[in-house]
């Protein structure tokens, strides 16, 4: 079973505007671990943000902010004030357990496409 | 300058070939991965090593190989491919595998299968 959903597989957003990218999650492990990441055309695979499932807050990373809602399950990555730099695709991804060795589960990815 | 390197970029192999990724990571890391990424499919987890012991084998074929000479260095070595195993194939590194630590990739290596 798909354990990391993102419904969105792609979409446009203008120069300067947020936008929200979804993730749905599925675990019945309390410890996790939810990772975002950016991947350009070039094909590398750049960490942007992550956040714990034992966490209090919201995880930021300058321009980007996670809105972790646990009993929803669900991790939307917001960008806020999108340079046409952000254009890639973004995939959610999920670390079960605190021995996992470093098994990351991702998701299907959003691409986003960001106009002048 | 990425702290993982991948070459080659690019790999076009017949069947019958065999073939090696490379992939070096310069950032004193303990642990390193082996992801394929195949279009339309989510990123999958092939190999894991931690301090140059395999520790998680991802269900893989045989006809993929791993080899970890020491902790900075990993390669994929490939023989007799289907044209199914075309895919970007990315490595990665962490500092500890056990931890949420975020994982370092490389740009992958783009490989063909004919």
């Known amino acids: 079973a798909q354990k990391i959903t993102q419904t969105q597989p792609g979409m446009f957003v203008q120069e300067k505007e947020a936008v929200t990218l979804d993730c749905t999650y599925d675990t019945s492990d309390p410890s996790y671990g939810l990772f975002w990441y950016k991947q350009p055309s070039s094909g590398e695979m750049i960490f942007l943000i992550y956040?714990?499932?034992?966490?209090?807050q919201n995880a930021t990373e300058g321009r980007y902010s996670l809105n972790f809602q646990k009993a929803r399950k669900s991790a939307n990555l917001v960008i806020s004030a999108s340079q046409l730099g952000d254009s890639a695709m973004y995939f959610c991804?999920?670390?079960?357990?605190?021995?996992?060795?470093?098994?990351?589960?991702f998701g299907a990815g959003t691409q986003v496409v960001v106009t002048p | 300058e990425t702290g993982v390197t991948q070459t080659p970029r690019h790999l076009v192999m017949g069947m019958t070939n065999k073939k090696s990724l490379k992939c070096e990571q310069h950032l004193g890391h303990n642990a390193m991965y082996w992801y394929k990424q195949s279009a339309k499919k989510p990123l999958e987890l092939m190999f894991v090593y931690s301090l140059e012991e395999r520790v998680e084998n991802n269900s893989v074929p045989s006809r993929f190989s791993p080899e970890c000479p020491n902790s900075s260095h990993l390669f994929l070595h490939l023989h007799t491919l289907q044209p199914e195993d075309s895919a970007l194939y990315l490595c990665?590194?962490?500092?500890?595998?056990?931890?949420?630590?975020?994982?370092?990739f490389g740009s992958g290596t783009q490989l063909s299968v004919l």
């Open positions: 990665a590194s962490s500092q500890d595998p056990r931890q949420n630590e975020k994982l370092f």
């Open positions: 956040q714990g499932s034992y966490d209090q």
């Open positions: 991804a999920m670390r079960e357990g605190a021995d996992s060795w470093g098994k990351l589960q």
